[in-house]
């Protein structure tokens, strides 16, 4: 029963062909891939310029002393 599956299903993948849709969703991986790279991007940009441009460096700085020390005093 098994060889019987095994060869259906040989049979099934040499003599099929992929539908129209799957030929166009090629590179799709790339796109969003890319996509998500241009939206970090831009998250990192925003970061960048509220921290050099509206005080944002210093309001930083104190976050991440109440995070260490918060870590600290849980030692």
């Known amino acids: ?44 940009l925003l970061v960048v310029g509220w921290a050099t441009t509206s005080g944002g460096a210093g309001k930083i700085g104190r976050l991440f002393d109440r995070v260490i020390d918060s870590v600290i005093d849980k030692l």
């Open 1 to 44: 029963m098994s060889q019987l599956m095994v060869r259906l299903h040989i049979w099934f993948l040499t003599h099929t062909q992929l539908p129209a849709a799957a030929h166009d969703e090629e590179g799709q991986a790339t796109t969003e891939y890319a996509l998500v790279l241009l939206g970090a991007a831009l998250v990192a």
